[in-house]
């Protein structure tokens, strides 16, 4: 099985501080010595050995080309730059990534996983507070991603374009999503959106109508919240809604967008709940 592995450039002055430390010197390495040296840089993927950054490439296509992707060891941010040409030039064959050893990662950073159009499954690390902008962009054959109880944010236009998404679970944790982020997700029927929330992004939803079984946090309490692209909504999914809205009585007025259709379902009763507590529904 033809494997690869590729190591930032910023991290290959870990390799070496790993093998000074080991050899207990900083000279250069006599040839007698190089089994040793060897022995500290990472030969597999599952964790056994003390692994260095890098990205191991492996199951290869008919074509060559490998299918699934392990991230191993010291990476603070994962993103293009740290990425380099040659492994994003393999992303689009991926099928599979994992994170294994990467307890230290807390960033996808901007693009790095855009245009994997054949990713069906990654798992992200514990660690993860943030995804930066375009991450997983035109990811299309991706159903469903494990969002870490650690996460707080999602850059701009980070999921767009995903149409094979069907569901995602926010974490409690989250506090900020950018704009965009889910735009284009046309199979996404199934999302909730955790109290948690301070700040969302302009068309957040945009064309994604195939939304229905959206739930809200109560006590949500975030401005502009835009769910006007679906109109599959049932009445007791709405209300639902407005029964988890914060009471902004006293306060400035929140906005909350529906559209149209889908207020003209409600009774003006039911539009209360929420015009009650301060908010406004457009």
């Avoid at 994170?99 to 990662?105: A, E, P, R, V």
């Avoid at 798992?123 to 930066?132: A, C, E």
């Avoid at 259709?261 to 301060?278: D, F, P, V």
Wanted: with cysteine; glycine share 6%.
């Amino acid at each position: 099985m033809e494997q690869y592995y590729i190591i930032p450039k910023t991290t290959i002055n870990d390799i070496e501080d790993s093998i000074q430390r080991k050899r207990g010197s900083e000279t250069p390495i006599e040839p007698s010595e190089m089994s040793l040296a060897i022995d500290t840089i990472p030969s597999s993927v599952d964790g056994t050995d003390v692994p260095v950054g890098g990205i191991y490439l492996t199951k290869p296509d008919s074509n060559g080309n490998p299918t699934e992707a392990y991230i191993i060891g010291y990476a603070p941010v994962v993103n293009y730059t740290w990425i380099e040409m040659i492994g994003h030039a393999y992303f689009p064959y991926l099928g599979k990534v994992e994170f294994i050893n990467t307890s230290n990662i807390i960033s996808i950073g901007g693009a790095a996983f855009q245009n994997c159009s054949s990713l069906t499954t990654i798992n992200l690390p514990d660690s993860l507070t943030s995804i930066g902008g375009y991450a997983f962009q035109n990811c299309s054959s991706l159903t469903t991603i494990n969002l870490p109880d650690s996460l707080t944010s999602i850059g701009d236009t980070a999921f767009a374009y995903c149409s094979s998404l069907t569901s995602i679970s926010l974490p409690d944790s989250l506090t900020s999503i950018g704009n965009w982020v889910f735009q284009n997700c046309s199979s996404l029927t199934t999302i909730n959106l955790p109290d948690s929330l301070t700040s969302i992004g302009n068309w957040v939803f945009q064309n994604c109508s195939s939304l229905e079984n959206v739930t809200i946090g109560n006590g949500f309490n975030c401005n502009n919240l835009n769910l006007s692209s679906s109109t599959r909504y049932s009445v007791e999914t709405m209300v639902s809604w407005f029964n988890a809205l914060a009471d902004r009585t006293g306060q400035s007025s929140f906005k909350l967008t529906i559209g149209s259709t889908n207020l003209n379902k409600l009774t003006a009763e039911q539009k209360a709940i929420a015009t009650n507590k301060n908010w406004t529904l457009a």
